[in-house]
């Protein structure tokens, strides 16, 4: 069994990442959402919400959640989890701001 090294990856500019708007990116086959949120902290998660698949990015923001377009499901962008009375948990990714530029790990 292998293990990868987690590896930083350079997805976007900064200034071209809307305020609490989703933004997809798609690291080694993984669809992965991008928020930006009105505090300035930029959040990467699983692209899939756990109920029926929705794409995240269309999404509305809210503080550090979003609220998945197709059920309403609100879901945490710093730990993944589905909020009561839902359940479930997505993938998080962590996000550095450096140079002006968004890098994932994965």
């Known amino acids: 069994m292998t293990t990868q090294t987690p590896k930083k990856v350079k997805v976007i500019e900064l200034e071209h990442l809307p305020m609490q708007i989703g933004q997809e990116v798609n690291i080694e086959g993984k669809s992965i959402a991008l928020f930006r949120l009105s505090s300035g902290d930029v959040r990467a998660v699983s692209n899939v919400c756990p ?9 509305v923001v809210s503080g550090e959640y979003v609220f998945c377009a197709l059920h309403n499901w609100k879901i945490s962008l710093v730990t993944g989890e589905v909020q009561k009375p839902d359940d479930g948990c997505i993938q998080t ?8 530029y968004v890098y994932i790990t994965v």
């Not at 109920?51 to 999404?59: A, D, F, R, V, Y």
């Open 93 to 100: 990714y962590e996000t550095e701001v450096k140079d002006g």
């Open 51 to 59: 109920h029926k698949n929705g794409p995240l990015t269309e999404g």
